[in-house]
């Protein structure tokens, strides 16, 4: 419950700070991958690999994953499953699939499963689509949160007069 608490702590810690939202998006794309995949060590240490060469957010990452793993675990098995078995009957895909799986490392993925193949497959096909979706959610965010707290500011700073005086030599009148 307490790692759940500081979780979310650090994602209103992350919407508020002053990293870019590109990176933000990056990490719950890198999360989301991790979590719609079946765990395999292997493709953790793609993804883990990948996060430490892209800068992005480890507060996203750790978000889409604590999201995405139950609905992989509940609902995206069976779509991962469909996918991975439609890839695999498919020819072209299919022999490219099983030369790579004799591959030392990438056998390792094991590519000829169905739920393996198609979650990977179908978390790097949704990464796209969550990425701008974050990076326009966090970026609306940051807009109103900063609108709103400039107007906030402005409010209780109208009341010194010294503020006043010099709003009106710099920006002009006060708007009531």
């Known amino acids: 419950m307490l790692t759940i608490i500081k979780l979310i702590r650090a994602i209103v810690k992350v919407l508020n700070s002053e990293q870019a939202v590109h990176?933000?998006?990056?990490?719950?794309?890198?999360?989301?991958?991790?979590?719609?995949?079946?765990?395999?060590?292997?493709?953790?240490?793609?993804?883990?690999?990948?996060?430490?060469?892209?800068?992005?957010?480890?507060?996203?990452?750790?978000?889409?994953l604590l999201v995405f793993k139950p609905l992989a675990l509940l609902a995206l098995d069976r779509a991962s499953n469909a996918l991975g078995a439609w890839l695999l009957s498919t020819g072209g895909v299919s022999d490219a699939i099983g030369r790579l799986s004799h591959a030392p490392i990438l056998a390792w993925l094991e590519l000829n499963n169905t739920v393996s193949l198609g979650g990977i497959v179908l978390g790097w096909i949704l990464a796209v689509p969550a990425y701008v979706l974050i990076v326009v959610l966090v970026g609306r965010y940051r807009r109103r949160v900063t609108e709103e707290k400039?107007?906030?500011?402005r409010r209780h700073l109208k009341k010194y007069w010294l503020f006043r005086i010099a709003y009106f030599i710099f920006v002009g009148p006060l708007q009531a």
Do not use: D, Q
């Not at 990490?27 to 060469?53: D, N, Q």
């Not at 400039?150 to 500011?153: C, E, F, N």
């Open 150 to 153: 400039r107007a906030a500011m």
């Open 23 to 64: 990176e933000i998006g990056l990490g719950f794309v890198l999360g989301m991958c991790l979590g719609v995949a079946p765990f395999k060590a292997v493709y953790a240490l793609f993804v883990l690999l990948a996060f430490l060469i892209i800068r992005c957010n480890l507060a996203a990452v750790f978000l889409a």
